[in-house]
């Protein structure tokens, strides 16, 4: 079954960029969308399709995909960033749908 | 308003069963795949499968074939998880959730509903 490998936690200053990677293999050929988890509350949609944001959500989310490794790049980073965040495919070859394990991003 | 709303929490005894409704409204319940998520406690996204609400067809992940069923009620616009045989780890925040399909791909989970807790405990 496919795989998607994310780093257990990043932290980063405020007002700084962070990067959260997610990979898998040839997950560039995959549409890679990713959740922002507060706790206690249900995931929301920040980037679907590797790039593009939901209406409602900061142009300071990015996301990239490419090769082994998709990326969620948030800018100017927040103090109410800080969540856990999850990087998700839809595996074709088994019709199923894959999560990432999840970063829980600390603002510092 | 375009929302998932979901049945309460439950608390079950190992060796029973659970069934969480899970009803959509302000969108055509018919045009869009529910899936269902867990959330074990201090734990990741678990996807446990989809239904189709307009045909009724079903897919599972292996681990939770034959203890999972999901079922839907059109008239209501209300899909049903029910899992049998409960163990102590399936303690977790069930969600329901929507996604669209294109071209026979499944498309990001853009709605949540707020999550159901069922507690399995002697």
């Known amino acids: 079954s496919y795989v998607l490998t994310q780093p257990p936690s990043v932290s980063v200053a405020p007002g700084k960029t962070a990067g959260i990677t997610c990979g898998g293999n040839?997950?560039?050929?995959?549409?890679v969308h990713w959740y922002q988890q507060k706790p206690g509350q249900a995931p929301v949609l920040v980037v679907y399709?590797?790039?593009d944001r939901p209406s409602g959500i900061p142009e300071r989310f990015s996301g990239s995909n490419s090769g082994n490794t998709a990326t969620l790049t948030i800018s100017r980073v927040e103090a109410g960033d800080e969540a856990d965040y999850y990087c998700?495919?839809?595996?074709?070859?088994?019709?199923?749908?894959?999560f990432g394990g999840g970063t829980k991003l600390t603002v510092l | 308003q375009v929302q998932l709303v979901q049945s309460g929490a439950e608390v079950k005894k190992p060796g029973a069963s659970m069934k969480v409704s899970c009803k959509a409204s302000?969108?055509?319940?018919?045009?869009?795949?529910i899936h269902w998520v867990r959330q074990a406690p201090g734990q990741g996204l678990e996807w446990m499968g989809w239904?189709?609400?307009?045909?009724?067809?079903?897919d599972y992940p292996q681990k939770f074939q034959g203890r999972v069923t999901m079922t839907r009620d059109t008239s209501i616009s209300t899909a049903y998880l029910e899992l049998t045989r409960l163990r102590s780890d399936d303690t977790a925040v069930y969600y329901c959730?929507?996604?669209?399909?294109?071209?026979?791909?499944?498309?990001?989970?853009?709605?949540w509903g707020q999550g159901t807790l069922v507690a399995v405990s002697s």
């Open positions: 239904i189709n609400p307009n045909s009724g067809g079903t």
């Open positions: 040839n997950i560039g050929s995959k549409s």
């Open positions: 399709d590797d790039s």
């Open positions: 959730v929507r996604s669209g399909l294109r071209f026979g791909e499944l498309l990001q989970f853009d709605l």
């Open positions: 998700q495919v839809w595996d074709e070859s088994s019709d199923h749908v894959v």
């Open positions: 302000g969108y055509t319940f018919t045009d869009y795949y």
